[in-house]
């Protein structure tokens, strides 16, 4: 056995923050990197805050498996940040959508995903074939930040904010854990001839304040058509999602390539008035499917980058993926937030695998 004295995680969204503490709590000596000023800034906050259950992907089935099998360890430890409060509900559009009413609830039933005939009061009926009511929930993105922040204090996790990692701070380090989720290739150890490819999407997540009959409602059209609303833990504000409207530009490569208009707006928080925006488009669509979007306020933007699998268009899928990139680094590429616990605990599994023990473990034996 080799003792893994210092760990690096470079990352402190949730998938690097959620893995230090999962080191930590074993015995390793861990220090979390995070170049912004607080944990969860980047795509950890600035999405749409939707604890998946699997409702989402009725053609990933990997995804659905991957966030069933996941759900139970993500409640245990961050229970306090999943918000109830919302009556939520997923419509099939009449016109282009990629799955049927009739094959949409078999795949509920499939799978066992609860749901029941139902129509908030905003939704257009003749727009949509059918629309469920169904059993998910929000994640409340402050309480997350707080219980992260107590645990990694509790674990004794040195957290190294405003600290952005480079190859030479790294070099003091046993093993590496690389969470940077669109920035995963930049610390990859390998040439750039052998980097994979991500496809990666310069995102816009508008925050609306919307008429009260929508309070308390969250709604998800798909799948094809596809656009959500979701109420924002303990305000009365709304995050808009579209398939094709939230997307300013897509690359597919080894890094993502940000237009230069949008680069002071991703992940800086919420834009106020950003001079870039998709909100009128987002309007548009929304109307085809809602009443009274006409009365929604745009009251900024959030800018992010997603960073998902290329060519997975026929499936949507979402994994989450650990890989062992060298003798010292191991990458952390999180898909959806509910996996977070699970892959902690798979990179704590492969650091064992690989005989890195923690300096208590290998001095008992
Ligand atoms: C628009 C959008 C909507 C989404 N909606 C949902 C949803 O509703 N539900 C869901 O479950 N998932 C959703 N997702 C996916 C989910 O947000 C991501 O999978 C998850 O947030 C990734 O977390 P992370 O910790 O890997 O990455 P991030 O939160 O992006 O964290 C990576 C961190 O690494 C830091 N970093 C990078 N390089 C360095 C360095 N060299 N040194 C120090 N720090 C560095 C960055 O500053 C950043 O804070 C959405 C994603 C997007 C983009």
């Known amino acids: 056995m080799v003792q893994a004295e210092r760990i690096a995680v470079v990352g402190g969204g949730i998938f690097g923050a959620t893995t230090a503490v999962e080191l930590a709590r074993t015995g390793y000596s861990v220090v979390l990197f995070e170049q ?122 040195e957290v190294r904010l405003g600290t952005r990692a480079d190859r030479r701070t790294l070099r003091e380090f046993d093993q590496v854990v690389l969470a940077t989720y669109s920035s995963i290739n930049a610390l990859h150890p390998g040439p750039v001839s052998a980097l994979p490819e991500y496809q990666f999407e310069v995102c816009e997540k508008p925050l609306v304040a919307l008429p009260p009959m929508y309070l308390g409602h969250s709604l998800v059209i798909m799948d094809g058509p596809f656009m959500c609303l979701d109420q924002v833990a303990g305000t009365r504000r709304f995050l808009l999602g579209n398939v094709d409207h939230a997307i300013h530009a897509t690359t597919v490569g080894p890094y993502p390539l940000i237009p230069g208009p949008l680069m002071q707006y991703v992940n800086a928080g919420l834009v106020h008035r950003p001079q870039v925006t998709r909100f009128p488009d987002f309007q548009r669509f929304a109307r085809c499917f809602v009443t009274g979007f006409t009365e929604a306020t745009h009251l900024g933007s959030y800018f992010t980058i997603r960073a998902v699998l290329p060519h997975v268009e026929t499936t949507d899928d979402r994994p989450t993926l650990v890989r062992r990139l060298d003798e010292r680094t191991v990458a952390l590429f999180g898909g959806k937030i509910a996996t977070c616990v699970a892959s902690a605990r798979q990179v704590t599994g492969l650091l064992h695998e690989g005989g890195w023990q923690p300096l208590a473990v290998s001095g008992e034996s």
């Not at 099939?92 to 029941?116: Q, W």
Request: proline share 3%; charged share 25%.
């Open 36 to 157: 912004s000023h607080t944990l969860l800034s980047a795509a950890s906050s600035a999405n749409q805050r939707r604890l998946h259950r699997g409702y989402h992907y009725p053609r990933g089935m990997d995804t659905v498996a991957a966030v069933m099998r996941a759900f139970g360890a993500f409640k245990t430890e961050y229970g306090a940040a999943i918000h109830n409060r919302s009556a939520h509900y997923v419509a099939i559009a009449k016109r282009n959508s990629l799955v049927t009413a009739e094959r949409y609830l078999a795949f509920c039933d499939s799978v066992g995903l609860p749901y029941r005939e139902e129509y908030p009061p905003f939704l257009r009926r003749r727009s949509v074939e059918l629309s469920v009511r169904i059993a998910e929930a929000h994640i409340d993105i402050n309480e997350l930040r707080r219980l992260c922040s107590a645990r990694l204090a509790a674990a004794g996790v």
